[in-house]
């Protein structure tokens, strides 16, 4: 079992940063795909960004792309999001999610191991 804690939420003014990050326990994530996700009041979860094991490939969705950076520390079992130029409709619970396969549409689909979240508050 994978576990996974999200930190670095908080609330923050249209146009700041955040950085989150995800510290995994349990077992070793260096192999595993990793990604971030988020819910906002009253929608879906969505994607944000998702990275393969080696971090050599990374991928957005169209909202976030140009200012969200995924990163992560196999050494730290550790993931990231860095989030630039926020706007209010970034305001969401976000969800850091881990699995044992490799990077593709139907491992973003259904990753297997979620954290609990973490909101991020942006305000106008």
């Known amino acids: 079992q994978v576990q996974l804690v999200e930190s670095g939420g908080g609330l923050v003014q249209a146009g700041g940063s955040l950085r989150l990050s995800c510290a995994a326990s349990g077992r070793t994530i260096s192999s595993y795909t990793m990604g971030w996700f988020r819910q906002a009041p009253g929608k879906e979860r969505e994607f944000v960004a998702a990275?393969?094991?080696?971090?050599?490939?990374?991928v957005y969705a169209d909202s976030v792309k140009g200012r969200f950076t995924i990163s992560r520390d196999n050494a730290k079992n550790t993931e990231y999001l860095q989030m630039n130029s926020l706007k209010p409709e970034d305001t969401a619970v976000y969800y850091c999610?881990?699995?044992?396969?490799?990077?593709?549409?139907?491992?973003?689909?259904?990753?297997?191991?979620w954290g609990k979240g973490t909101l991020v508050t942006v305000s106008s």
């Open positions: 999610a881990a699995d044992p396969r490799s990077l593709t549409i139907a491992t973003m689909r259904s990753m297997d191991y």
């Open positions: 990275i393969s094991w080696s971090g050599g490939i990374t």
